[in-house]
């Protein structure tokens, strides 16, 4: 994988809440996007996107560049 991008946000209000923050409501989550290069799992991606196809769990590893594929995300 190239990039990938992916985000929440929640609205704030004038009046703080009982935990003490001023939030506005439930979070609002943003969809995944992500870029890689073609390979082995590009044609069984683009099959699921076009069939409608949904994943119950991914899981993406985020690796430090270097010698040491040191693991923070």
């Known amino acids: 994988m190239e ?4 985000g929440a946000s929640q609205s704030a209000s004038a009046t703080a809440t009982s935990a003490g ?3 506005g409501g439930r979070a609002r989550m ?9 390979d082995k799992s590009t044609p ?3 099959e699921a996107c ?7 769990e991914v ?3 985020v690796n ?3 010698a040491e594929k040191f693991k923070y995300l």
């Not at 990039?3 to 992916?6: I, Q, R, S």
């Not at 943003?30 to 073609?38: G, H, I, N, W």
């Open 3 to 6: 990039d990938f991008d992916v």
């Open 21 to 23: 923050g001023a939030t």
């Open 30 to 38: 943003s969809d995944l996007f992500f870029r890689k290069t073609v």
């Open 44 to 46: 069984k991606l683009h």
């Open 50 to 56: 076009c069939s409608g196809k949904h994943f119950n």
């Open 59 to 61: 899981t993406i590893a």
């Open 64 to 66: 430090r560049a270097g």
